[in-house]
């Protein structure tokens, strides 16, 4: 450490060897000294060592009595006891010329990129707003002139205008086939209306898997979705917004204005349901190790899907499958129901005779 100490007190003292002798004092100078603290004995070794220069008259002898001056500080200045040596004056005197038209360089200088900055400045605040405002988002250039909503069972265009001051949109992949969305599309109402309020910020897209127009209608009319929606005959088409969703509906992916995933039904290739979106980050991480309710196929009618599985079952069960019959759950059953009936006809010996 003290290696290093006395190497930057060389360099630096290397550097003031380098930049010459200081120039001679003024009285704006000596009056800055005694200002800021220094005796008049400090300042008068100073202005011997460095020599004086300028003019000494009654106001400068004023400042210098107000700064503190000691007289002999102020008799020697006027006696000429600190003056620079004639023999040196005119280069001392050129040197301080050459000095101040430097300093004057650098203020045009620093003047001209000022006024460079400024107008720099002055032309972003006065560009029109328009290059920035008719930026559509990622997300709101995707549905651009598609929204429609429901009002009173009645279907208007909703306007882009309002769609892209939102920063928060949560696709709502539904269908009113679907029994799981039924099911779920009540309580995001509730959520939305019990949300939007204090969040003017967010949003809700429906995007339909239903058959017809007339089904998409009726699902926004009987389940009063708040929410815009995507035009039926404008989804089919719209492969980079339906790639947001998953392979079972419902399903409910928060993005923000640019696209990006905030929050999703699926963890990877695990579906969790859209209750897992609106459940705190804590119950999410719960509900991602815990069994979802099964949702539907989003390009198959649920009921006929679930009337498949109950044949299928049927189908196992009409060939006697030996290895569920076998299995340790039924086994285990069998034993227990087999205990409970010898210890009932323990109780009753005659029943254990006519058996």
């Known amino acids: 450490m003290r290696f290093f100490l006395a190497t930057a007190i060389l360099f630096g003292l290397a550097a003031l060897g380098v930049a010459g002798p200081l120039p001679p004092m003024t009285v704006k100078d000596i009056s800055l000294m005694l200002r800021s603290g220094y005796s008049s004995k400090a300042v008068e070794r100073e202005v011997a060592a460095r020599h004086f220069i300028g003019t000494f008259d009654a106001a400068a002898e004023q400042n210098l009595a107000q700064a503190g001056a000691s007289p002999a500080l102020v008799n020697g200045l006027k006696s000429g006891a600190f003056a620079v040596p004639a023999a040196d004056l005119a280069a001392v005197q050129a040197e301080l010329a050459a000095k101040a038209q430097g300093r004057a360089r650098q203020l045009e200088e620093s003047r001209r990129l000022d006024t460079l900055h400024q107008a720099r ?13 008719s930026k559509a988002t990622a997300i709101a250039s995707l549905i651009k002139g598609d929204l429609i909503s429901s009002r009173n069972g009645l279907l208007r265009p909703y306007l882009d205008a309002e769609f892209e001051k939102k920063k928060l949109i949560g ?15 009540p309580k995001l109402v509730a959520y939305y209306n ?5 969040h003017p910020e967010f949003e809700i897209v429906f995007v339909s898997f239903d058959k017809s127009a ?26 980079a917004l339906k790639k947001y969703a ?14 990006k995933v905030i929050f999703d039904s699926y963890a990877g290739k695990n579906y969790r349901g859209p209750e897992a979106v609106l459940s705190s980050p804590r119950s999410a991480r719960r509900n991602r190790y815990r069994r979802p309710r099964p949702g539907c196929d989003g390009a198959v009618d649920s009921r006929r899907r679930n009337r498949g599985r109950s044949l299928l079952r049927a189908d196992n069960l009409a060939e006697g499958d030996s290895d569920r019959a076998n299995s340790r759950p039924l086994q285990a059953s069998r034993r ?14 005659a029943r254990l005779v006519s058996r």
């Open 121 to 133: 400045l002055a032309q972003t605040r006065n560009a029109p707003p328009a290059d920035t405002a």
């Open 171 to 185: 696709l709502y992949f539904s269908a009113h086939w679907c029994g799981p969305c039924r099911a779920f599309t």
């Open 194 to 198: 019990k949300t939007v309020a204090a």
């Open 214 to 239: 007339a089904a998409m209608e009726g699902y926004m009319r009987d389940l009063q979705m708040p929410w815009p929606a995507v035009g039926f005959d404008k989804v089919s088409g719209n492969e």
């Open 246 to 259: 998953g392979s079972s509906i419902p399903c409910l992916v928060v993005v923000d204005e640019t696209g």
């Open 336 to 349: 227990r129901v087999e205990g409970l009936a010898d210890s009932h006809y323990r109780k009753d010996p």
